[in-house]
């Protein structure tokens, strides 16, 4: 019967963002189907022609979305009791806009998101364009940090490592985004914004990433 230790190992990672990603949404409304969807292109059309002096192309707004749902709302009727009337067609079209960490540039693309007709809503994160090749080092860790307990516990046990006889690496669900929180409202800041874009002075925090293998090794 073979004599084996198992260990868990445990490797964290922490990385600057270097990458910053904005998640727009342009959402319209309409009780005609094929206007609310024409509605939604005009909006994109003006939302792309904006970003264009921020030095974007149209291609680098990509669309992650498109969705259109039927919307109704509770009316109540001569008896007193409320029913639902179908209110219009709902059309979201989700995209995203990505590029190098830059608060100069941020800025101006906030700015000029402000400008446009679309007042689309946003989401915007900070995280790292590298995402594999940080997963990837972070699981070596593990593996290491693995090794390393088993040499510990070997010694202290008056042992000795053979070999591994298996590893065990279950599915990781990283988190690559910044813990770091920004808000902003195009909508409410499309009356504030004046020529110049405002200078952020943004330094967020790391991006924190851990992994953990379970290693199964052959002691004498």
Request: proline content about 3%; charged content about 30%.
């Amino acid at each position: 019967m073979e004599r084996t230790i198992t260990v868990k190992g445990t490797g964290r990672l922490k990385a600057a963002p270097d990458r910053i990603e904005i998640a727009l949404t342009i959402r319209t409304k309409n009780k005609v189907y094929a206007e609310a969807v024409e509605d939604s292109s005009k909006l994109l059309s003006s939302l792309r022609e904006a970003l264009l002096p921020a030095g974007f192309t149209e291609d680098d707004l990509k669309s992650t979305g498109f969705f259109v749902r039927s919307e109704y709302e509770g009316v109540r009727d001569r008896n007193g009791e409320y029913r639902q009337v179908f209110s219009g067609y709902v059309c979201e079209h989700m995209l995203m806009l990505r590029f190098p960490f830059d608060t100069d540039r941020l800025s101006e693309t906030l700015t000029a998101i402000t400008r446009c007709l679309a007042e689309p809503e946003l989401n915007i994160s900070f995280t790292v364009a590298e995402k594999e090749r940080l997963a990837g080092d972070v699981l070596k860790r593990a593996v290491a940090d693995a090794k390393e307990r088993a040499a510990v516990i070997a010694e202290a046990s008056g042992v000795k490592i053979v070999r591994v006889l298996s590893v065990n690496h279950g599915a990781a669900q990283h988190n690559f985004v910044s813990p770091t929180a920004f808000g902003f409202s195009a909508k409410r800041m499309a009356n504030a914004v004046e020529e110049d874009c405002v200078d952020m002075q943004i330094s967020p925090e790391s991006v924190s990433v851990s992994d953990t293998v379970d290693m199964v090794f052959e002691i004498e």
